[in-house]
T-cell receptor
Framework: GQQVMQIPQYQHVQEGEDFTTYCNSS?????IQWYKQRPGGHPVFLIQ?????EVKKQKRLTFQFGEAKKNSSLHITATQTTDVGTYFC?????????????FGQGTILTVHP | KAGVTQTPRYLIKTRGQQVTLSCSPI?????VSWYQQTPGQGLQFLFE???????NKGNFPGRFSGRQFSNSRSEMNVSTLELGDSALYLC????????????FGPGTRLTVL
């Protein structure tokens, strides 16, 4: 079945450093979504990427979708303490897996002031 | 608009019992998905309902079941509870099926003793 792997599992950074998390799917995706979950909270939607090679930016966050639509990345520039949380990618399948959203394991980001 | 609501927020059960969790989606949303979140396994997809029909199902045993009502509210049921079923159960709603962002509820924290 469809699997989505996300690395790293943990990332500790000093405030002001950059951060990147990577997501790889075992199968081609129709789209990929990114979510952020603050400690004690629930996942909150950040963005959706649909097109091959797509790049989207939200202030300090840059999201990329690979050419083969099997991998994606989230890059945060100059992290702040408000960026603390777990970042999840979630891929939607194609074909018989259409509509099914598979989440990566998440990357737990800690930002030290 | 009110967000996704889940009841109850916390639940303690013993092995062998059964439990029913409830989810009320955002008004106008017709798709409801359920996820199990545990520290070791991350977010695992349980099932997705759209217009009262189960459209996708994850890899969980038959003890896990769900349904959706005509007003889009959804319930999930777990029978013959096991210790390993202890988790945060998250419900997410979206306007349509197959491509929309998911709006998560606060979750139900189930503890099985």
């Amino acid at each position: 079945g469809q699997q989505v792997m996300q690395i790293p599992q943990y990332q500790h950074v000093q405030e002001g450093e950059d951060f990147t998390t990577y997501c790889n799917s075992s199968t081609t995706l129709s789209n990929i979504q990114w979510y952020k979950q603050r400690p004690g909270g629930h996942p909150v939607f950040l963005i959706q990427l649909v097109k091959s090679g797509e790049v989207k930016k939200q202030k300090r966050l840059t999201f990329q979708f690979g050419e083969a639509k099997k991998n994606s990345s989230l890059h945060i520039t100059a992290t702040q303490t408000t960026d603390v949380g777990t970042y999840f990618c979630a891929g939607r399948g194609v074909g018989t897996s259409y509509g099914k959203l598979t989440f990566g394991q998440g990357t737990i980001l800690t930002v030290h002031p | 608009k009110a967000g996704v609501t889940q009841t109850p927020r916390y639940l303690i059960k013993t092995r062998g019992q059964q439990v029913t969790l409830s989810c009320s989606p955002i008004s106008g949303h017709r798709s409801v998905s359920w996820y199990q979140q545990t520290p070791g396994q991350g977010l695992q997809f349980l099932f997705e309902y759209f217009s009262e029909t189960q459209r996708n199902k994850g890899n969980f045993p038959g003890r896990f079941s769900g349904r959706q009502f005509s007003n889009s509210r959804s319930e999930m049921n777990v029978s013959t509870l096991e210790l390993g079923d202890s988790a945060l159960y998250l419900c997410a709603s979206s306007p349509g099926f197959g491509g929309d962002e998911q709006f998560f509820g606060p979750g139900t924290r189930l503890t099985v003793l």
